[in-house]
């Protein structure tokens, strides 16, 4: 069974920037598309950014569009969220996902993720 691995986060000063990193140690991640959801205390986990398994599509979550960069490494098999301009509101843990369709078609939701990581903690504050 896929096991995602998620790193890269920590305590950011607002106006910062972070990567974070999706991994499958002993997967390739070739075959799905990938994405970033984020659940701050007391709120349900939200979407965040996707990303198809060959790179022609993304999408993002209007309050991190302009800001927040998803891309892929097949060769180094990770899945990046490049977190500029950081806000207080973009504290939250954030998952990693895998979704597995027919050719490059994903949903991006919630309902429509097929794995999950444990999580990584982004916290924004001065």
């Known amino acids: 069974q896929l096991q995602l691995v998620e790193s890269g986060g920590g305590l950011v000063q607002p106006g910062g920037s972070l990567r974070l990193s999706c991994g499958a140690p002993g997967f390739t991640l070739d075959y799905y598309a990938i994405g970033w959801f984020r659940q701050a205390q007391g709120k349900e986990r939200a979407g965040v950014s996707c990303i198809s398994r060959n790179s022609n599509s993304t999408k993002y979550a209007d309050s991190v569009k302009g800001r927040f960069t998803i891309s892929r490494d097949s060769a180094k098999n990770t899945v990046y969220l490049q977190m500029n301009s950081l806000k207080p509101e973009d504290t939250a843990v954030y998952y990693c996902?895998?979704?597995?369709?027919?050719?490059?078609?994903?949903?991006?939701?919630?309902?429509?993720?097929?794995?999950w990581g444990k999580g990584t903690l982004v916290t924004v504050s001065s």
């Open positions: 996902a895998a979704e597995w369709r027919p050719g490059d078609r994903y949903s991006c939701s919630y309902d429509g993720m097929d794995y």
